[in-house]
């Protein structure tokens, strides 16, 4: 399973760190990503990381988030982080993290694409 923590209430340009663990599986994922959904919204992405046996690596940052979040994994501790600088309220929403044993490569961003997803943690940005 995926498990997101670190979400919570934070006030406007403060900064908090999403992590993901993996538990449970014996694959290793070649692509992970980051989607945030706002109650009665459709599921948008965030940002993702996709790697391939060729060694490249493909991430992909959505324009709404570009320089104020980052995506990192420890593959050692099958973990993924998001990294959430500068917040406003408009980042308000739950936030999931998703897997894949295939390398999407620039299809990372899209979130049909992968087969596991966590349950969420909710991030909300308010004064």
């Known amino acids: 399973q995926l498990v997101e923590s670190g979400g919570g209430l934070v006030q406007p340009g403060k900064s908090l760190r999403l992590t993901c663990v993996a538990s449970g599986f014996s694959v290793q994922f070649k692509s992970v990503g980051w989607f945030r959904q706002v109650p009665g919204q459709e599921l948008r992405p965030v940002s993702c990381?996709?790697?391939?046996?060729?060694?490249?690596?493909?991430?992909i940052t959505h324009d709404s988030v570009e320089g104020r979040f980052a995506i990192s994994r420890d593959d050692a501790k099958k973990t993924v982080y998001l990294d959430m600088d500068y917040l406003q309220p408009r980042d308000t929403a739950i936030y999931y993290c998703?897997?894949?044993?295939?390398?999407?490569?620039?299809?990372?961003?899209?979130?049909?694409?992968?087969?596991?997803w966590g349950r969420g943690t909710q991030v909300t940005v308010s004064s």
């Open positions: 990381l996709s790697g391939g046996d060729d060694g490249r690596l493909t991430q």
């Open positions: 998703a897997a894949s044993v295939r390398p999407l490569r620039a299809r990372c961003a899209q979130s049909t694409n992968y087969e596991f």
